[in-house]
């Protein structure tokens, strides 16, 4: 075995397994650009405060170069015995230039290393999920518009309460998404703050340049504090919060996606590309891809809960716990670009069953409310409209009739302010557009709620522009 980094106090090398239990290269050797970008950083910065030559920061710089082209070509070995990511690319640079690249871990440790590689790569994949989310937002509003005006059930308590339009159901998921997107930049400029120069926990004895540093990697401020500086995982635990409210969200949805996918709704169909059979049941088509999205959620929520009690009681600075923060990290941020992706074509590809819905509202009270509304607009107090309403009801359950089979007469059994405007006024769609208060179901207030999408939607760009313009 070779000699490992700290080998000079050691007089033995480290045993195999517990090498191998102290590796975090399997997992953190996806931050690789992101390690060679914070070292490009770190050697231009050394040269320009006087640190390093210009000739050993460019031989290094170069040297790094090549890692990088290597890794991206397939012909990079990554070693456990390396330990972890930054040791691999450390080890490769001095095989390839020599001594000189031992001088690239002046004024740093693996500490603000490991946190510079790790912010760098959350605040990338926050561009990612940020674009996919939108789309997402996208694909809500384009299932609004393309069922404008399809009225179906709302619910309370998963019964049928009053009507809505399709499209003001779609929309409520829009405004959802629209504050995980605004979370998510929370989280991101909690991100964009550099951890670099402050050593392994106190700072550096080199009269380093944290700000050029930050300057080059497009970090819009620096930690103020060495010892947080190392210590925060705060942006992960911020940004698995995120991830985990989202997959919620997801997860909601896809239990409506389910439900409304049955024989007994029968409200939507998905494309049958999103979809499975069964090995054993020809006639099944299920709905798997709302399913795994809501079982996935569990897994997410399960990263927040492991990455909250390993940071719990940890003192400051550093302590190794820290590598914890990695795998659980990646694994939501894949977990939720798989699923953005995947349920944003899944919404593209619904089919809206019209005539399902629309059988569903006409047959049943979900008009209840509208004819206690009339009432009170003749001047009953609601509690008691509220009661005369409940009464028709009735009357209708054991006639097996709904509110709109009633003649004038039958109405006026119930209260003699019943005129027969009230068959107007309990009509499905006289429902839907009489709640036109700000943010209601009318068609009216929906499309409202449309402009104001177009306007969040536009806010969101500039943020998604900063990372075009960055490039970060
Ligand atoms: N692989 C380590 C991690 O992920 C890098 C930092 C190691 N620092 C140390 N002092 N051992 O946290």
């Known amino acids: 075995m070779s000699k490992s980094m700290w080998g000079g106090r050691f007089t033995k090398t480290t045993d195999a397994m517990m090498e191998e239990f102290n590796s975090s290269i399997s997992f953190d050797k996806r931050m690789y650009r992101e390690d060679i970008a914070g070292s ?3 050697a231009a910065m050394l040269a320009r405060c006087g640190i390093l030559t210009d000739a050993e920061a460019a031989t ?39 001594a000189v690249g031992g001088k690239l871990h002046t004024a740093r440790s693996r500490n603000d ?62 405004f959802m998404l629209a504050r995980d997107f605004e979370r998510l930049q929370g989280v991101q400029r909690r991100t964009d703050i550099l951890p670099l120069g402050a050593g392994a926990l106190a700072g550096t004895t080199f009269p380093i340049d944290r700000h050029y540093v930050a300057e ?9 504090n060495s010892l ?72 997410v929520i399960g990263h927040l809960m492991a990455m909250l009690t390993t940071v719990k009681g940890l003192p400051l600075a550093y302590n190794k716990d820290l590598q914890e923060d ?20 899944m919404i593209r590809g619904l089919r809206v069953r019209q005539e399902k819905m629309e059988q569903a509202v006409r047959h049943d009270f979900s008009n209840a409310t509208d004819m206690a509304d009339y009432l009170v607009k003749k001047g009953l107090p609601f509690r008691q409209a509220h009661e005369v309403v409940g009464k028709t009801v009735r009357y209708c359950i054991e006639q097996e009739k709904w509110l709109m089979d009633l003649s ?11 005129e027969a405007d009230i068959l107007e006024a309990i009509k499905v769609e006289t429902c839907v557009e009489n709640r036109n208060s700000f943010g209601g179901t009318s068609p009216a207030q929906v499309k409202l709620a449309m402009e104001a999408a177009e306007e969040i939607i536009r806010k969101q760009q500039s943020f998604l522009d900063m990372y075009t313009k960055n490039d970060i």
């Open 40 to 42: 490009m950083a770190h």
């Open 408 to 418: 004038i007469a039958e109405f006026q059994q119930f209260s003699p302010l019943f």
């Open 113 to 174: 290393q490991v946190a510079v590689d790790t912010h760098m790569y959350v605040r990338r994949e926050i561009g990612e999920i940020a674009n996919l989310l939108e789309d997402l937002q996208k694909a809500f509003v384009e299932a609004a518009q393309n069922n404008l005006q399809v009225i179906m059930p709302g619910y309370t308590h998963l019964q049928r309460a009053q009507p809505i339009l399709f499209s003001h159901h779609m929309m409520a998921y829009f």
């Open 216 to 224: 080059q990697l497009g970090f819009a401020q620096v930690y103020q």
């Open 326 to 345: 990695k795998e659980g990290l990646f694994d939501a941020i894949d977990t939720i670009k798989f699923s953005l992706a995947v349920y944003a074509a």
């Open 60 to 98: 290094i710089r170069q040297g790094l170069q090549d890692i990088l082209a290597d890794i991206e070509a397939g012909n990079f070995s990554f070693e456990v015995s390396l330990e972890d990511i930054h040791m691999n690319i450390e080890k490769r640079l001095t095989e390839r230039i020599g």
């Open 228 to 299: 947080d500086a190392v210590s925060d995982r705060d942006y992960i635990l911020e940004f698995l919060s995120f991830a985990s409210i989202l997959m919620v969200h997801l997860s909601r949805i896809s239990e409506e996606i389910i439900l409304w996918s049955s024989a007994e709704f029968a409200f939507i169909e998905l494309d049958d590309a999103h979809c499975t059979g069964s090995s054993i049941m020809p006639q099944k088509k299920n709905p798997d891809m709302a399913e795994l999205v809501r079982g996935k959620s569990g897994r």
